[in-house]
T-cell receptor
Framework: DAGITQSPRHKVTETGTPVTLRCHQT?????MYWYRQDPGHGLRLIHY???????DKGEVSDGYSVSRSKTEDFLLTLESATSSQTSVYFC?????????????FGEGSRLTVL | AQRVTQPEKLLSVFKGAPVELKCNYS??????LFWYVQYSRQRLQLLLR??SRESIKGFTADLNKGETSFHLKKPFAQEEDSAMYYC????????????FGSGTKLNVKP
């Protein structure tokens, strides 16, 4: 498995509280992504990063922010969690040096917002 | 805009039967197509990509540009093939962003 770890793996929180999910990689891949996985929707891109401090929005970015201060870490923040953000969140990485490259995924973080 | 459609949410077959998971896409250019698989309690992993034209675990997929399809096929399903399958599209020169279908759960019965 590619060296990708997500933390926390499980979290239960209440509506209105801030939540930060962390993705850490040891592969030195340039590109990092946050997806959410929901039944009937598959995986949808939230935000992505193409380098340190370089990030952009994906398909479903409302209510989320990201930061990447180091190559190896990509943080996803829910400033004020809502029940609609209950989901499984996946971090992924890729290396553009190999062309349209394979995405490598983390194990996922299951977030429940009550 | 790009879109990936997997019309079947659930596909149940008996062991040894052929299986076909459908995938259609829309994209104005020449995307690259992939199949990802998620086995129970495992992370998503690449199954195959159209440019490699490989057969992985007995699965094949042919890109049909005329029908904009990339169906996944296996002639004889095995119980260990039971998993969630996602078709995905990656647009070139676009930060390697992937767009996924909604997924098809394959259940292979003994």
């Amino acid at each position: 498995d590619a060296g990708i770890t997500q933390s926390p793996r499980h979290k239960v929180t209440e509506t209105g509280t801030p939540v930060t999910l962390r993705c850490h990689q040891t592969e030195n891949h340039r590109y990092m992504y946050w997806y959410r996985q929901d039944p009937g929707h598959g995986l949808r891109l939230i935000h992505y990063s193409y380098g340190v401090k370089d990030t952009d929005k994906g398909e479903v970015s409302d209510g989320y922010s990201v930061s990447r201060s180091k190559t190896e870490d990509f943080l996803l923040t829910l400033e004020s969690a809502t029940s609609s953000q209950t989901s499984v969140y996946f971090c992924a990485i890729s290396d553009p040096g190999e062309g349209t490259g394979e995405l490598f995924f983390g194990e996922g973080s299951r977030l429940t917002v009550l | 805009a790009q879109r990936v459609t997997q019309p079947e949410k659930l596909l149940s077959v008996f062991k040894g039967a052929p299986v076909e998971l459908k995938c259609n896409y829309s994209y104005s250019g020449s995307p690259e197509l992939f199949w990802y698989v998620q086995y129970s309690r495992q992370r998503l992993q690449l199954l195959l990509r159209h440019i490699s034209r490989e057969s992985i675990k007995g699965f094949t997929a042919d890109l049909n540009k005329g029908e904009t399809s990339f169906h996944l096929k296996k002639p004889f399903a095995q119980e260990e093939d039971s998993a969630m399958y996602y078709c995905a599209l990656s647009a070139p020169y676009n930060f390697n962003k992937f767009y996924f279908g909604s997924g098809t759960k394959l259940n292979v019965k003994p």
